[in-house]
């Protein structure tokens, strides 16, 4: 079935530093979403991503759609320490609408 | 802006009990989708529904069902309770005409079998 591999699976960085994560797969995904969670709380949606290739930003954080379809980036700048929390990339599979998610990247921020 | 509501945020309850968790999706969303989170896990997709009929379906066992009401509200019965059922349980909720079908979370309802 489909899967999704993150990488790292976590970081522990200083403030100010700049962050970069991916998700790869060995089937071709038409959406991308990355979602971050914090402990006890549900996944927020962060930036969507919907073309081959596309590069979209919210704020400190950019997100590209790989162009093989196969694989997405999600690159923090200036990290601060409320960036801290899991880093999940999803997509939907099967052709439907139920998403399914890589195993996350943990990012732990020293101040 | 109004986000998805649960309810129980925590649920505590002892092996072979029932449960029943609450989904209110965002206004106007008209697809709710229900996920899993063990420990240390990822979601794990349970079952979904698009206007009250049930959309899609994942690895959700046979005591677990659910449904959508006429108001868009889901809810997750789960029946003859296991130890292993113990986790965080998401409901997300989607306007299925809006492009990419984007699924907001809720904050989760953390259910304990003791």
């Known amino acids: 079935g489909q899967q999704l591999n993150q990488s790292p699976q976590s970081m522990f960085i200083q403030e100010g530093e700049d962050v970069s994560m991916n998700c790869t797969s060995s089937s071709i995904f038409n959406t991308w979403l990355w979602y971050k969670q914090e402990p006890g709380e549900g996944p927020v949606l962060l930036i969507a991503l919907y073309k081959a290739g596309e590069l979209t930003s919210n704020g400190r954080l950019t997100a590209q759609f790989g162009i093989t379809r196969k694989d997405s980036f999600l690159n923090i700048s200036a990290s601060i320490p409320s960036d801290v929390g899991i880093y999940f990339c999803?997509?939907?599979?099967?052709?439907?609408?139920?998403?399914?998610f890589g195993s996350g990247t943990r990012l732990l921020v020293r101040p | 802006a109004a986000g998805v509501i649960q309810s129980p945020r925590h649920l505590i309850k002892e092996k072979r009990e029932t449960a029943t968790l609450k989904c209110y999706p965002i206004p106007r969303h008209d697809t709710v989708y229900w996920y899993q989170q063990g420990p240390g896990q990822d979601p794990q997709f349970l079952i979904s529904f698009y206007e009250k009929m049930q959309s899609d379906k994942g690895s959700i066992p046979d005591r677990f069902s659910a449904q959508q009401f006429s108001d868009y509200h889901s809810e997750l019965n789960m029946s003859s309770l296991e130890l292993g059922d113990s986790a965080l349980y998401f409901c997300?909720?989607?306007?299925?005409?809006?492009?990419?079908?984007?699924?907001?979370f809720g904050p989760g309802t953390r259910l304990t079998v003791t």
């Open positions: 997300a909720s989607s306007f299925y005409w809006d492009r990419g079908h984007e699924q907001y």
């Open positions: 999803a997509g939907p599979m099967d052709s439907s609408y139920k998403l399914i």
